[in-house]
């Protein structure tokens, strides 16, 4: 079946779907206003087994992490939009959707100042590790302590140590204004040239120069794993590796041998390549790594304008003048 792109809704009451609306929703914010668009079919979540069933008759699906992939599409004769709950839209197949007449549309801002303010949280439990001492504390080792102070890690200051940032876009801009406040050193490297404070340097520079490497790019064909053994062996013994992006980036494999032969001194992430992790993923567990359950988004108020800028997404397209399309003819 194939259709040109639409920019309506052509049919009389639209059927839309929410595949997994807990992730943006768990029980703070409301779906209200989706249903004044329509007739609302709404799940928790969607089992993989089930995802073309709960779509078939949708003419605008709603989806976070839910993939839609082209049996799903071809099967929704319907379908129409797909409204994408986040700024990547890698789980939907965006050429299967063009050949089907569908226009996919995501939410490019929302998260900006959550994103890099968990990048510094990263960063500060790596330099601080408040976290372990607290734990400490708790479990009443200072009270048995016989000094009135202890530490059980290195504590170091941010202040004039570098920073390097892969991608140096919305997020990586703002993580790099946070360090300034901290009185760090800044190098970026971005595949395109761009100006901001700091120094625009090459990959394989900013892995030698940096204490602290953080990653701000989009995962694509091209860069899947780029953060690899060879890369990870240009980087100083005392640095660290923080990634607040995609988990894929990374070769995870390569990032335990270097924690484990102390190659690095560290790592802490809030994305894996598989999310929920199976239990013996390879950087669990760790003690030189922390990893968050990607949570770096998921502030009330980045969630709140995710919800909003996806309303405004199926609003739009229903009028006929779609915005922030991602996919084309």
């Known amino acids: 079946m194939n259709k040109n792109l639409s920019s309506d809704i052509s049919i009389a009451e639209p059927q839309i779907v929410i595949t997994d609306g807990y992730t943006l929703n768990p029980g703070d914010l409301s779906w209200e206003p989706f249903f004044k668009l329509g007739k609302i079919r709404y799940h928790d979540r969607t089992p993989l087994a089930e995802i073309t069933a709960r779509c078939k008759d949708a003419s605008v699906i709603i989806t976070n992490k839910t993939p839609i992939n082209e049996e799903t599409i071809r099967a929704a004769e319907n379908l129409r939009l797909i409204a994408v709950t986040a700024t990547g839209y890698n789980i939907i197949d965006t050429e299967a959707a063009t050949k089907n007449g569908v226009v996919v549309c995501n939410v490019p801002v929302y998260g900006t100042d959550s994103v890099a303010q968990h990048c510094f949280a990263l960063i500060l439990e790596l330099s601080n590790r408040v976290g372990l001492h607290e734990q400490s504390v708790r479990a009443g080792d200072w009270s048995r302590s016989d000094d009135w102070c202890y530490t059980l890690s290195p504590i170091m200051e941010l202040a004039g140590k570098t920073?390097?940032?892969?991608?140096?876009?919305?997020?990586?801009?703002?993580?790099?204004?946070?360090?300034?406040?901290?009185g760090m050193k800044l190098i970026y490297y971005n595949r395109s040239p761009r100006d901001g404070d700091g120094e625009q340097v090459g990959l394989e520079e900013l892995f030698a120069q940096s204490d602290f490497i953080s990653v701000h790019c989009p995962l694509?064909?091209?860069?899947?794993?780029?953060?690899?053994?060879?890369?990870?062996?240009?980087?100083?013994?005392?640095?660290?590796?923080?990634?607040?992006?995609?988990?894929?980036?990374?070769?995870?494999?390569?990032l335990a041998k270097a924690l484990r032969n102390k190659t690095i001194a560290g790592a802490a992430l809030d994305v894996l390549s598989m999310e929920p992790p199976p239990p013996d993923h390879p950087l669990i567990g760790i003690p030189q790594c922390i990893i968050t359950p990607h949570i770096a988004w998921v502030s009330y108020e980045a969630r709140r304008r995710m919800m909003q800028s996806t309303l405004e997404n199926v609003i739009a397209f229903m009028q006929g003048a779609p915005i922030n399309v991602v996919n084309g003819s």
């Open 163 to 182: 920073l390097g940032l892969i991608g140096f876009g919305r997020i990586g801009r703002q993580t790099a204004r946070i360090a300034a406040a901290f």
């Open 220 to 254: 694509t064909k091209d860069n899947e794993g780029f953060i690899n053994e060879r890369l990870l062996s240009l980087m100083k013994p005392t640095a660290f590796l923080v990634n607040t992006s995609r988990g894929q980036l990374i070769n995870e494999q390569d």
